[in-house]
């Protein structure tokens, strides 16, 4: 089983930052990709940020030059800086990343998902 934990979510004013962490846990073989995901209210769910295992990263438009996406490859956790908030950015933020592990004796990448994390950026 492979679990995702996010954490730093919360309420800034338009302007201000905020930093997201997600780590991943437990019988992970391999983390192919990690990042983010955002869903506003009424809208759909969408790419924010990722990070493959190459290191190569993807950012949505809406946020290129004001977020950046690190990672800890040690400690199999990835960061979303925020910066440069905007109203837009309300969401619900969701960790996500496509990750084989050792209960599959084929090693499949699946889908895994974090529990969610509102970020709401007031003006």
């Known amino acids: 089983q492979v679990q995702l934990v996010e954490s730093g979510g919360g309420l800034v004013q338009a302007g201000g930052s905020l930093r997201l962490s997600c780590a991943a846990s437990?019988?992970?073989?391999?983390?192919?990709?990690m990042g983010w995901y955002r869903q506003a209210p009424g809208k759909q769910r969408e790419l924010v940020a990722s990070?493959?295992?190459?290191?190569?990263?993807n950012y949505a438009d809406s946020v290129k030059g004001r977020c950046t996406l690190s990672r800890d490859i040690a400690k199999n956790t990835v960061y979303l800086q925020m910066d440069s908030l905007k109203l837009e950015d309300t969401a619900v933020y969701y960790c996500?990343?496509?990750?084989?592990?050792?209960?599959?004796?084929?090693?499949?990448?699946?889908?895994?998902w974090g529990q969610g994390t509102q970020v709401t950026v007031s003006s």
């Open positions: 437990g019988t992970i073989f391999r983390i192919n990709v």
């Open positions: 990070v493959a295992s190459t290191g190569t990263t």
């Open positions: 996500n990343g496509i990750i084989s592990d050792y209960s599959d004796v084929y090693r499949r990448p699946r889908d895994y």
